[in-house]
């Protein structure tokens, strides 16, 4: 159905995407972490900048809790600064995203 193609976020992917980030809890009851899953690799095999972090245990709403607000913090920024404000390879790398690597 068109109107549920429209709806979806990977429908929208394509190279020169802007850089995205997902922090997504594992227990996630509202979005199913598939779903970042999905259009995270979508992301990837578009060429685009792309980082997913997954957290074992946690629902949809798992900045509530300080130490998860503090690293989630630090991750986009850190993200950020690599992907916008002063985008740059890293020794070793490809200059290229890598792939997801769940966070448990």
Wanted: glycine share 6%; aromatic share 10%.
């Amino acid at each position: 159905d068109a109107d549920l193609e429209a709806a979806s976020p990977t429908s929208y992917v394509a190279p020169g995407f802007p850089p995205t980030i997902f922090l997504h809890g594992r227990a996630d009851k509202t979005i199913p972490v598939t779903a970042s899953y999905r259009l995270n690799e979508a992301l990837l095999q578009a060429g685009n900048a792309v980082e997913l972090h997954v957290f074992e245990g946690l629902d949809h709403i798992f900045d509530s809790y300080p130490e998860f607000a503090e690293l989630s913090a630090r991750l986009i920024d850190l993200f950020v600064d690599r992907h916008v404000v002063d985008p740059r390879p890293y020794p070793g790398g490809t200059g290229r995203p890598a792939a997801a690597t769940p966070t448990t």
